[in-house]
């Protein structure tokens, strides 16, 4: 069985500082995905990463794959009270009778405050 | 457009007692995906369609666990006899084919007492 260690699981921090967040496997996966969650809603997709050693930059968030594709890391610059939420990652295997199903880690909890 | 929707949004039910939770995908998707999310825990697989078929059930927990998706676009998830420790969210996510990006409803969330 494949699995996603996330770490922090919690993480308060405060309006303007930096954070990442860490997502580490023993197995490789073909690609990862991070996503964000609010309460009450299902996960929203931010980025999938698929080379080794990738780097991928959405407004201030940065998101890394690992070069043997079996860890990721999202960080923050400049965190924001809308940062605020659940940040998921999600491991994918191509090809087989994976699907494209996505192994999901436990998570992180993102709290920003004004 | 619609995204994917998941009805009801809560449901408290007695242990053993039967449920059924439904998932209304996109339009022309055919892909669909079932998770089950406890508290504080990421989502875990339970089951993946593709077409009115279930070609991937091995997340199901038990045997009181069973889905259908007889047209290929709605979807029903059924359990048997809850349990307590069936309470969660589950979450239901399609996609226009497997390995496209999934698209996630708010889910159901299950109080089993």
């Known amino acids: 069985t494949q699995l996603l260690e996330q770490s922090p699981q919690f993480l308060s921090i405060q309006e303007g500082e930096n954070l990442t967040v860490y997502c580490n496997s023993s197995?490789?996966?073909?690609?990862l995905q991070w996503y964000r969650q609010e309460p009450g809603e299902g996960p929203v997709l931010l980025v999938t990463?698929?080379?080794?050693?990738e780097v991928k930059k959405l407004k201030r968030l940065t998101f890394q794959f690992g070069d043997a594709r079996k860890d990721s890391s999202l960080h923050i610059t400049a965190a924001q009270p809308g940062d605020t939420g659940l940040y998921l990652c999600a491991g994918i295997n191509a090809g087989g009778t994976s699907y494209g199903k996505l192994t999901f880690g436990q998570g992180t909890i993102l709290t920003v405050h004004p | 457009g619609a995204g994917v929707s998941q009805t009801p949004s809560n449901k408290v039910t007695e242990k053993g007692k039967y449920v059924e939770l439904r998932c209304d995908p996109i339009?022309?998707?055919?892909?669909l995906y079932w998770y089950r999310q406890s508290l504080g825990q990421g989502p875990e697989f339970l089951i993946y369609?593709?077409?009115?078929?279930?070609?991937?059930d091995s997340g199901l927990p038990n045997d009181r666990f069973f889905a259908v998706r007889p047209e290929g676009s709605v979807s029903t998830l059924k359990i048997q006899r809850t349990e307590r420790g069936d309470s969660a969210v589950y979450l239901c996510?399609?996609?226009?084919?497997?390995?496209?990006?999934?698209?996630f409803g708010p889910g159901t969330r299950l109080t089993v007492l």
């Open positions: 369609f593709q077409g009115t078929g279930a070609a991937d």
């Open positions: 996510a399609s996609s226009i084919r497997s390995y496209n990006e999934q698209f």
């Open positions: 990463v698929v080379t080794g050693g």
């Open positions: 197995s490789v996966f073909s690609s």
């Open positions: 339009s022309g998707h055919t892909a």
